[in-house]
């Protein structure tokens, strides 16, 4: 049973008479989308569970091997991908888990020299909106962008700038480093990560980040760039010290539930809040051609970011004239 508090002197209760988790069924009314937030999942009082960018920058979610975390990332992307929001994807595992959504992304980077190049764009790209905050508002030039308290929604619609959304799938991919100079780099990718979640909100700028791990063995800043990433879902992982790793700054409590969660249902995970708040969520299965199809159908929707151009990912022509591609595959008849 569920008590939710409605006005002073109303509660509201929820019997919810079975695992709504088992078979995850988003209710209906999860789905009129409204800009940057995407009913991702369902929580185990039956709601859905709404990630929201606009309270919630950026997130962080971990979690063993197989335990959900793509399915996650995939659930988000064809929720977003419908609406107005520039994606963008860093899969450092060549790309098996992002480029089948290739024709609804704005960037796409598939090795760490390439992961390497688009973050200082990026990070440009949001400095450059803080000037036009800046410029937009007589803020002084010169005037430090942790200064600036105003953001992109007051600028007026026809001069705001696009969300972007940055997708990073296996975080410990990127880090990974075999040679001093990898390390080099490693150090610049993290600093560029800090700054966009740090400063990333106001300019519209938001992170996804994926991880088995997100220890201090992600090398020097990885502590401080997870500080920052304040939304925090944990799957199923592997040792106590992963859990806490995700949940143990945020939501101490849930530390216990993400340890608990028992690993038959992948797609199981606790998710946390900075008010320390934690729910039980499960995504709604969505396999990986239906996922692409949604990109693929909505790929005219990719807004135009002249900064990401360069790392647009390439996508198969298709004639003009090529009938519409079928959401579901279609199956030969056989018998
Ligand atoms: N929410 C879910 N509902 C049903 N099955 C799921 C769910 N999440 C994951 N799975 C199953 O688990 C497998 C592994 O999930 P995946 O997201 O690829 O894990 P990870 O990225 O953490 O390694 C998927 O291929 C799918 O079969
Ligand atoms: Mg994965």
């Known amino acids: 049973m569920y008590v939710t508090p409605v006005k002073p002197g109303v509660v509201e209760l929820r019997l919810v008479g079975y695992d709504v988790l088992r078979r995850v069924r988003m209710p209906k009314s999860a789905h009129p989308a409204e800009l940057l937030k995407v009913p991702v999942a369902l929580r185990e009082d039956a709601l859905p569970f709404v990630r929201n960018y606009l309270t919630v920058p950026h997130?962080?979610?971990l979690g063993a091997t197989l335990s959900g975390k793509s399915m996650y990332l995939?659930?988000?992307i064809s929720g977003l991908a419908r609406q107005p929001v520039a994606l963008a994807g860093i899969d450092c595992k060549r790309g098996v888990e992002l480029a089948p959504f290739a024709p609804r992304l704005s960037a796409l980077a598939t090795d760490p020299t390439e992961a390497a190049e688009l973050l200082p764009v990026l990070v440009k790209e949001m400095e450059?909106?803080?000037d036009l905050i800046k410029a937009r508002q007589g803020i002084a030039p010169g005037t430090p962008y942790e200064e600036i308290t105003s953001d992109v929604w007051g600028l007026p619609e026809k001069e705001r700038p696009v969300p972007v959304v940055l997708f990073v799938d296996e975080v410990a991919e990127l880090f990974m480093t075999a040679t001093k100079k990898d390390e080099e780099r490693r150090d610049e990718m993290v600093?560029?990560?800090i700054r966009l979640a740090?400063?990333?909100?106001a300019a519209g700028v938001y992170l996804e980040v994926c991880g088995q791990r997100f220890g201090a063995e992600l090398?020097?800043?990885a502590t401080m760039l997870r500080a920052q990433l304040t939304g925090r879902v944990c799957h199923p992982v592997n040792d106590e010290a992963s859990a806490k790793m995700a949940l143990g700054d945020i939501a101490p409590e849930a530390v216990g539930a993400a340890c608990a969660i028992a690993p038959e249902l992948p797609g199981l995970a606790v998710a946390g809040d900075t008010s320390g708040g934690w729910s039980r969520i499960?995504?709604?299965y969505l396999s990986l051609g239906d996922a692409a199809a949604v990109c693929q159908e909505s790929a005219e929707l990719t807004p135009y970011v002249p900064a990401l151009m360069p790392f647009r990912p390439p996508v198969p022509v298709r004639p003009a004239d090529a009938p519409p591609v079928p959401l579901t595959k279609p199956r030969p008849v056989t018998g």
Do not use: N, S, V
């Open 59 to 61: 997130q962080l979610a």
């Open 128 to 130: 450059d909106r803080y």
């Open 74 to 76: 995939r659930t988000l």
């Open 219 to 221: 090398g020097k800043g």
């Open 282 to 284: 499960r995504t709604p």
């Open 191 to 193: 600093t560029h990560l």
């Open 198 to 201: 740090q400063l990333g909100r």
